[in-house]
């Protein structure tokens, strides 16, 4: 869902995967003129080493932060730490590969591909209105903080 909505501590990763699509949206209208299309796939999360140095830099930046600041911010640790281990499941690399060949192959190929199953959910859940999306995911975070709070 990063690609159209940003949520709790991914705003950096919101900001660069906006950036992707803007300039894929931006190169389609520019480039099909000339016969090139322009595709969009926006995967679900991937198995690659990222899982395990985002759980690295995680556990470091725990032990460098301030007790006060840790108080602060706690909550959300616990979050993100029950989305990465028990909610968020990485697919093969191989899902995505099957949507980029049928992308590059197919002669009226789709703007946009969504690969994985979460990503497909996550689209369906990204074209409800904003403010519905956003009471959801304050609801979402106030189960977090019920839970570990």
């Known amino acids: 869902m990063n690609n159209k909505k940003s949520i709790l501590i991914t705003g950096a990763s919101s900001a660069s995967k ?15 003129p000339f016969g090139i299309f ?5 995967p679900t999360a991937t198995k690659s080493d990222i899982w395990d140095k ?6 470091a930046l725990k032990k460098r932060i ?3 600041l840790y108080e602060v911010y706690k909550y959300f640790f616990k979050a993100i730490e ?21 992308a590059i192959s197919s002669l009226k190929p789709k703007y946009e591909y969504y690969a994985g199953e979460k990503a497909k959910k996550a689209y369906r859940i990204s074209i409800l209105p904003k403010d519905k999306i956003t009471r959801c995911l ?4 106030s189960k977090f903080i019920k839970i570990y709070g």
């Open 66 to 68: 301030s007790s006060e």
């Open 18 to 32: 906006f950036a992707v699509r803007a300039i894929s949206d931006s190169l389609r209208f520019e480039l099909i």
């Open 38 to 42: 322009v595709v969009y796939i926006a």
């Open 138 to 141: 304050i609801k979402r975070l």
């Open 82 to 102: 029950r989305e990465v281990i028990e909610i968020i499941k990485p697919i093969p690399t191989i899902v995505v590969v099957k949507d980029v060949i049928e």
């Open 54 to 59: 985002n759980t690295v830099y995680r556990n």
